[in-house]
Each structure stands twice: as C-alpha cells, then as structure tokens.
C-alpha cells in the first residue's frame, strides 16, 4: 500500500526568515514615525494570514497588498519596491540545517510531497535548495485556494490519486496546518514546533522540535 509524507514547506522545511530583512528594509522609516518594530511585524504576520482566507489571487499579489496595508495601518510610506523586495526573498529561502538529511531517510520508505502555500515559479528555487527530489509538489496556485482551506487538501490529495488515511502530515503551521487536519481523516499528523507554542488536546497529533527525530518516528 503507497504511503505519503506530506509537507508544509515554509517554516517547516524552509527557513521562512520574513522578520529580519523587513525590519532592515524598513528600518529608516520605522525610526522616523516611531513604531515599535515588533508590533509591526506582528500586524504582517496577521495580514497574511487574513490575506490567504479571502478569495484566491497569486501569493505575490498577497505578500504585497499585506505589506501595503501592514504599512500604511501604521503610518509608514509605502512604495511599490517594497512589495517588490519582499516577494524577491521568497526564493533565496535555504532548508533548516536538519531537514535534507531526515527528507533523504524518509525517502527509502515513503513517498514525499508538499502541500504548499505559494506559487509554482516561487517554491521552484526552495526546492532546489532542499536539495531532494519530491514524488509530488502541490501549490495553492494550482489548488486555487490556500491553507487552511479544505480544497488546497482535498485537491493534492485528488491530484496524488491517494486516499487521506495513507497520509501522514508534517507542518509548522497550527492554524494553517495542524487545525485543519485534525478533519481530514489522515493517518497520522506531525507538529513540527520550532518556535515552542503552547498546543491543544483537541487535536490529534505528535510533537517535534524539528525534524531530526522525524524518521525514527515514522520507522525510517
């Protein structure tokens, strides 16, 4: 019987590392009207995510209206390079230290995919960087919807030709990730938590600090 370890891929696979080069583009006008950087960086994080429970348009067109609005909530000069530098970093974005090897071990058992809020041309170069080759890479432009949305799941799912109860999923991401899959009927459900949150035992799930123990977890 096939069996599929699926992935989120920033945050969990790919060090998503918004907070510093936001913060040195926009340091001279933080400094000038005086806003508390975290507070600002913060108020991105939550217009991302508001961003992707809209109806669907492109991740750059996201990463962009979500630092607009981010910036002009709290009073800073927006300009369209703004935009432009962000969605530029996407790409430059390498694994976290542990992940190719644990992806490599995996990988004499399972198949691997991701399941992945972006677009195509934008998680192209990440992957490269993994340096692993994936059975299947599963965007939200091609699902025409984001997680936490059931269609982005039930599309890759659909597009595997792969019963959910064969799939094992691993992701950073509680809201995005972990939250909605407790309804999908899947075998199995790793929380990767880099950043140490509190969970809940309203979902079924195993915890992880990253991925190292991944594939001793999973039998590999």
């Known amino acids: 019987m096939r069996e599929i370890v699926t992935f989120d891929a920033y945050g969990t696979l790919v060090a998503f590392r918004l907070n510093a080069p936001t913060e040195e583009l926009l340091r001279d006008r933080i ?13 991105f994080n939550v217009m991302r995510f508001q961003a992707v429970l809209e109806d669907y348009r492109p991740y750059d067109e996201v990463l962009r209206s979500s630092m607009e609005k981010s910036m002009r909530r709290h ?114 459900v790793v929380w990767i938590n880099r950043n140490g949150l509190p969970g809940s035992p309203a979902y079924q799930y195993d915890e992880l600090g990253d991925m190292t123990g991944l594939p001793e977890l999973l039998g590999c």
Do not use: C
């Open 31 to 43: 400094a000038e009207v005086g806003v508390d950087t975290q507070e600002f960086l913060s108020t």
């Open 75 to 188: 009073g800073l000069r927006y300009q369209d390079s703004d935009g432009d530098a962000i969605v530029a970093l996407i790409p430059t974005f390498g694994p976290f230290p542990e992940v190719p090897e644990a992806l490599r071990r995996l990988k004499s058992r399972y198949e691997l995919a991701i399941i992945s809020n972006t677009q195509d041309h934008l998680i192209k170069k990440n992957i490269e960087l993994i340096g692993v080759e994936f059975d299947h890479v599963i965007t939200a432009e091609q699902a025409r919807a984001y997680k936490p949305d059931r269609q982005t799941f039930e599309y890759a799912y659909k597009t595997m030709d792969i019963d959910p109860a064969q799939v094992i999923h691993v992701a950073q991401g509680w809201e995005y990730d972990i939250i909605p899959a407790g309804d999908l009927g899947l075998k199995r």
